[in-house]
């Protein structure tokens, strides 16, 4: 009897039926902060800026309206696994938070990234002083500290805490490739955990998502080589981990090699005086970039490794040779002196390809690491003699409160950037077009109207903001540009017959453009700020 009755209790007593109530809370911990994290850095309304270039390629493949007779969508794709990732989505789930969500999933992998990174360097932190580091790391990544920064010292200062040089940066504020860039903060995680095949993972990773951070991706594969091997005099693991990270990598050099590599060496001078000159300026040329800021963010950096300099010796809980603090300096190091060096060797060569490997592009983690690396030096050091953990609970609770209301601002400003966006001057005429498009239809738009494409699932001519970067695709892109240029800009309604000779069969104008008055265009849609025309009969 009583075998028979511990044998009849033995089923709800199993552990194997019970959630980890510690698995449970750590998730619970994880979503609700990286949620905070999101709102309160907040993101742009869909589609803004490089979103109108990156998600045309996949959105195209997925049938979205009829993109996919778009000339732009059909030139080499530069980021061919982002643009899968947005097919698939689209296919799968056609609804666009799914891309908020996205973007939320990368700042959460960002945001424990940082936060894993400096724990690792004060181990012995108390809760509450973790929770009001979390905190502190909301509140310098928000959105309202950004609009506070730049009404104070200006707009080019506003990601002075998060942000590289040269207006590049990992997060942002839109869904695009360079948001993968969080998992070379990942890998820096994992590898200062030891977990050394991951961290070269998801450097390759990041790579796949955006070749531009294969030069980032090389540096820190060399660095993690060499302390590898300094901490476990294991030559044969080092290269080993060095000679998969290049096996890996090989898919990506071809793809690169076959977007970016020149056809003819003058089409391709052409074509990088162009993406230097005309389309990117902002990003290539040094004295474009190059002011208060900057020197500011290299103070940042410097004095991230004053602080690890002078830490390298605390005692690390992994083991090994080196210090977790040691070998983060060297991750630091290094790299910003390779900045250093290739920006110094571009400013006084001017050489254009050097310029658009953007090699300060490595800036984009390294200021945001350094800057976070001084937050936790103050939070865990500086502070120590602070009596947080005096106040417990209460501590944890200030710190969430204060997430949650820079999480509330963020929130705000999303929907002032929505209802702003919803509300422009061509809203009306774009919902028209997206409604009433054929297919066969291409349309020429001002060169300025970026969001047209994505916003209406039409074809257009071309525009400024997106572009392709085959030598050959860039100078007709450069053509295009001209040609539309030339024809808004005109007075006169001859224009028209090369635009429609061009495989143009409809225009967009201001109301009131001359060309609304030509012989041969009628009139398909207008209202107080554009109309829609098309040609009548063939040019």
Not at 15 to 23: C, F, R
Not at 241 to 253: D, E, Q, S, T
Not at 362 to 375: C, E, F, H, N
Request: with cysteine.
């Amino acid at each position: 009897m009583g075998d028979q009755s511990a044998g009849s209790e033995q089923p709800h007593t199993s552990p194997t039926h019970k959630p980890d109530p510690g698995l449970l809370q750590s998730l619970v911990f994880v979503i609700l902060w990286a949620a905070i994290f999101t709102l309160a850095y907040a993101q742009s309304p869909l589609y803004t800026s490089n979103q109108n270039q990156y998600f045309l390629h996949g959105l195209a493949q997925a049938g979205y309206g009829n993109l996919r007779a778009d000339w732009l969508a059909n030139t080499l794709d530069p980021t061919p696994v982002f643009s899968k990732l947005i097919e698939t989505s689209w296919q799968l789930l056609p609804w666009r938070p799914v891309f908020y969500l996205y973007f939320g999933i990368l700042a959460g992998i960002y945001l424990f990234s940082v936060f894993g990174i400096i724990e690792q360097i004060w181990e012995q932190a108390s809760q509450p002083r973790r929770w009001l580091f979390l905190s502190l790391l909301v509140v310098l990544h928000s959105a309202a500290l950004r609009y506070l920064i730049s009404r104070t010292l200006g707009v080019n200062w506003d990601y002075l805490l998060d942000g590289g040089v040269a207006n590049q940066r990992l997060l942002g504020t839109v869904l695009q490739p360079s948001t993968f860039g969080v998992l070379l903060v990942l890998s820096i995680f994992l590898f200062l955990r030891r977990s050394y095949v991951w961290a070269v993972v998801f450097l390759l990773a990041a790579t796949y998502f955006h070749p531009t951070y294969l030069l980032s991706a090389g540096v820190l594969t060399a660095i993690y080589m060499i302390l590898f091997f300094v901490d476990s005099r294991d030559l044969r693991a080092a290269l080993a981990l060095g000679v998969g990270a290049l096996m890996g990598v090989i898919p990506i050099l071809w793809q690169v090699s076959a977007t970016f590599g020149g056809t003819a060496p003058e089409l391709s001078a052409a074509a990088r005086k162009t993406l230097v000159n005309l389309r990117v300026p902002h990003h290539a040329l040094i004295a474009n970039w190059l002011d208060a800021s900057v020197w500011v963010k290299l103070g940042f950096v410097t004095l991230a490794l004053v602080i690890l300099w002078r830490s390298q010796k605390q005692p690390a809980g992994t083991g090994g040779n080196l210090s977790v603090s040691a070998k983060l300096f060297h991750i630091l190091f290094w790299p910003t002196l390779i900045v250093l060096i290739l920006t110094a060797v571009q400013a006084s060569t001017g050489n254009l390809e050097l310029a658009l490997i953007f090699p300060w592009r490595l800036s984009t983690w390294l200021v945001p690491l350094s800057m976070s690396l001084v937050a936790g030096w103050l939070m865990f050091s500086g502070l120590a003699r602070v009596p947080l953990e005096r106040y417990g609970r209460g501590a944890m609770v200030t710190s969430l409160l204060l997430g949650i209301i820079f999480a509330g601002a963020g929130a705000y400003k999303f929907g002032v950037s929505w209802q702003k966006e919803y509300n422009i001057d061509e809203r009306t005429m774009l919902a028209y077009v997206q409604a009433n498009q054929q297919p066969g239809e291409v349309y020429l738009t001002p060169i300025d109207m970026q969001d047209f494409r994505l916003e209406t699932g039409a074809p257009a001519f071309v525009d400024f903001k997106s572009i392709p970067y085959k030598d050959v695709e860039v100078l007709e892109w450069k053509r295009r540009v001209q040609l539309a240029r030339s024809f808004y800009a005109s007075d006169k309604c001859a224009p028209l017959d090369q635009i429609a000779a061009e495989g143009v069969t409809h225009l967009v104008l201001p109301t009131g453009h001359h060309a609304s008055e030509c012989f041969g265009v009628e009139q398909v849609y207008l209202d107080l700020f554009w109309g829609v025309y098309r040609f009548s009969q063939a040019k």
